[in-house]
């Protein structure tokens, strides 16, 4: 059994940053298609706050700390694991989550810089006539 955990072990590997790209566009679009699936119940800012909290509670961290993935990164067959492989807890999978505003600003960050390398490599063959 311990030599069938070593192997396992060898063959896990980080996902790909791309593949982390998508799965996130995944998760966000899914978490915000069952926050908007709740907003007309909503008659007050209060109630919208406290339900896109528990919304965002149940997807990430704790669909993370229960099985170690979210639909994303099923789909991806992706899992949140601690570096010994073993899962991780609620609170660090809720503290993994706050740092989600940093991935999602430096993914826009990239994207705008891709576009503007693509444009400007563009423009440049333009003028060279290629």
């Known amino acids: 059994m311990e030599n069938l955990l070593a192997d396992i072990q060898l063959q896990a590997k980080k996902a790909k940053p791309g593949i982390r790209y998508i799965v ?4 966000y679009f899914v978490f915000l298609s069952t926050y908007n699936l709740f907003r007309p119940i ?35 067959k992706i899992k949140v694991v601690k570096k010994d492989f073993s899962k991780i807890n609620f609170l660090q999978a809720f503290v993994r989550r706050l740092f989600d505003p940093v991935d999602l600003v430096s993914q826009q960050c990239l994207t705008i810089v891709d576009v503007a390398y693509i444009e400007s490599d563009a423009m440049s063959r333009a003028r060279r006539g290629c």
Do not use: C, R
């Open 42 to 76: 909503h008659n007050d800012n209060t109630t919208w706050g406290l339900s896109f909290i528990a919304i965002w509670i149940f997807y990430f961290p704790l669909m993370e700390a229960v099985t170690g993935q979210t639909l994303g990164k099923k789909l991806a």
């Open 24 to 27: 996130t566009a995944i998760e």
